[in-house]
């Protein structure tokens, strides 16, 4: 499967942004998908993940409440709803793919999106 993510811009402290993560591939209801984000040299943290089938989502600590991710199989597209921006959610933002549910290491995903850029003025 191949991704690419976009989505990424400039916004206030407070505001939102979208970010979309589409996919190719007629079997992409078959992966479970995650978004990553990166700041300067800081590894790659896991910010969201969703099943193959949108059932079920995870969170990390730091967006859980203010980010939502969500996906539509028919248009092969994932979606993270970022609301409540920070500044510290500026980072370049990647979404992943893989076959196996409940990764959350950026180690563990074998397909991967180019970044897009958030930046979070303050």
């Known amino acids: 499967v191949q991704l690419q993510a976009f989505g990424g811009g400039l916004v206030q402290a407070g505001g939102s942004l979208r970010l979309s993560c589409a996919a190719s591939?007629?079997?992409?209801?078959?992966?479970?998908v995650a978004w990553f984000r990166q700041a300067s040299e800081n590894e790659r943290a896991f910010v969201a993940s969703i099943t193959d089938s949108g059932t079920s989502a995870v969170y990390a600590d730091s967006v859980r409440g203010r980010f939502t991710i969500s996906r539509d199989n028919a248009k092969n597209t994932v979606l993270l709803q970022m609301n409540s921006l920070k500044p510290e959610d500026t980072a370049v933002y990647y979404c992943a793919a893989d076959e196996r549910v409940g990764l959350l290491a950026s180690g563990d995903y074998d397909y991967w999106g180019q970044g897009t850029k958030v930046t979070v003025s303050s």
């Open positions: 591939g007629r079997t992409f209801g078959r992966y479970a």
